[in-house]
């Protein structure tokens, strides 16, 4: 069985960076989609953004586009989310996930079979 792990959640002011990572142990995942979804109190899990296993196809819900990145290392077992110019709404609770999503939407969280525990991040006026 695979474990995730993420890191790199945390408070920060309106305006600013942080960098998600999550790594995968117990098995390999290069060959799996990964992606991100959260979820804030009160509301309902939204996904945040996918990436195929070759890193060709990328997909980023339309609140998160132009200021979130997606990337993974195979290598390392590890997939990062680049998140910029952070909003007080992009708080919420991170998870990441990992599937075997080779074709259709990213968007939907039944098709991931691995998640994490989750990693807060609170954005501050």
């Known amino acids: 069985q695979g474990q995730l792990v993420e890191s790199g959640g945390g408070s920060v002011q309106v305006g600013g960076s942080l960098r998600l990572s999550c790594t995968a142990s117990g098995r390999a995942f290069s060959h799996l989609a990964v992606g991100w979804f959260r979820q804030a109190p009160g509301k309902e899990r939204e996904f945040v953004a996918g990436?195929?296993?070759?890193?060709?196809?990328?997909d980023y819900a339309d609140s998160v586009k132009g200021r979130f990145t997606i990337s993974r290392d195979n290598a390392k077992n590890t997939m990062y989310l680049q998140m910029n110019s952070l909003r007080p709404e992009d708080t919420a609770a991170y998870y990441c996930?990992?599937?075997?999503?080779?074709?259709?939407?990213?968007?939907?969280?039944?098709?991931?079979?691995?998640w994490g525990q989750g990693t807060q991040v609170t954005v501050s006026s």
């Open positions: 990436i195929s296993w070759s890193g060709e196809r990328t």
């Open positions: 996930v990992v599937g075997s999503v080779t074709t259709g939407s990213m968007r939907y969280g039944g098709r991931y079979s691995y």
